[in-house]
């Protein structure tokens, strides 16, 4: 059996922030899909901020 490329985690997030989420992807402005696309995209610029991505 083939080993999965990646492991999936659940976050669960306040439904005012999720709202919030949703306003950026509806205005269409920031690229953005769907709440996964914008939380993978966020995580990563925060792990880039703190110095653990380069």
């Known amino acids: ?3 999965r490329k990646y ?3 659940t976050v669960n997030l306040p439904e005012s922030l999720a709202k919030k989420i949703e ?3 509806e ?3 920031h690229g953005y899909t769907s709440i996964p696309d914008f ?3 966020a995580v990563r ?3 880039r901020d703190l110095g653990y991505l380069v």
Request: glycine share 6%.
């Open 1 to 3: 059996m083939a080993e």
């Open 7 to 9: 492991k999936y985690h």
């Open 23 to 25: 306003e950026v992807i």
């Open 27 to 29: 205005s269409g402005n």
């Open 39 to 41: 939380v993978k995209s």
């Open 45 to 47: 610029r925060y792990l």
